[in-house]
């Protein structure tokens, strides 16, 4: 791919770590991504109805579910999937949907300036510190006209099981993510028109807690804050976590809400 102009950047010990995680998920990622694919359903329908891309980015392609959905809805495109986790672009590359597979940084990006017109990233920039530079690395890269179009969770999501582990120990077992209020200010003060951003609560229901920390660890998303405790979490703790989370069993089964995110952005000509 003749725009590709670097490999991943050096990455932080977090960087690496999130992309060894979700390395080792790639192959169990798709049979518990329910949430994933709603939310990414839910992006695509959040799309520009004029938008007609000469070239798209899936940012954070993951498994490739969105890169063969963008493949299909804008059949006549040049695809690009770009993600830092290795392990699920050789996953996905076999099933295609995109004409390359990059391994990439979302903050500082493989691509030319003005080289794509949208990008597509549902699910993936929770996991990037520096947001402003991935809306700095999107405005370079789209073209005039061209739409940034983002899911991503922020503060609250998971707020159910972080209480649980407060009651227990109070040490952070829940991923940190960023403030609606920070997504937002970081979008107005970009190179970026803001046209909408928006929270919506999805909430998951589980007949037990090993079937949320399951999930969690085969999606390659469990705790990845730095400083978390480290080694096995013992048995008397593993019992009063789910003493503390039986406390919020709705009729329904236990809740994990997820505080998504979307936001769409564009670059004006």
């Known amino acids: 791919m003749n725009d ?4 991943v950047a050096s990455a932080l010990p977090d960087k690496r770590r999130v992309a060894a995680s979700f390395s080792r998920a790639a192959a169990s990622y798709d049979a518990v991504a329910e949430l994933q694919r709603r939310v990414g359903n839910s992006l695509i329908e959040h799309l520009p109805e004029d938008l007609q891309p000469a070239r798209w980015l899936d940012l954070g392609s993951g498994t490739g579910y969105f890169s063969r959905r963008l493949a299909q809805r804008f059949a006549q495109c040049e695809g690009v999937a770009l993600d830092i986790a290795e392990g699920m672009l050789r996953h996905a590359a076999p099933q295609g949907g995109a004409a390359s597979f990059v391994a990439g940084d979302a903050e500082n990006l493989p691509l030319r300036s003005a080289s794509v017109d949208l990008i597509f990233s549902s699910l993936a920039l929770q996991w990037c510190e520096n947001f402003a530079a991935v809306l700095a690395e999107a405005e370079r890269v789209l073209r005039p006209g061209g739409v940034f179009a983002f ?9 159910e099981l972080r209480d649980s582990w407060q009651a227990v120990d109070g040490f952070a077992h829940v991923n940190r993510f960023r403030t609606i209020e920070t997504y937002q200010n970081l979008c107005v003060g970009s190179g970026l028109k803001l046209t909408s951003i928006e929270v919506q609560p999805q909430v998951l229901h589980f007949v037990e807690l090993r079937q949320l920390t399951h999930e969690l660890k085969a999606l390659g998303a469990h705790n990845l804050n730095p400083g978390r405790p480290e080694g096995l979490t013992g048995p008397a703790r593993i019992r009063a976590l789910i003493e503390a989370y039986e406390q919020l069993r709705t009729p329904s089964g236990l809740p994990a809400t997820y505080q998504v995110v979307y936001g769409v952005l564009r670059k004006e000509s």
């Open 151 to 159: 899911s991503s969770l922020c503060s609250g999501t998971l707020q």
């Open 4 to 7: 590709v102009v670097a490999d």
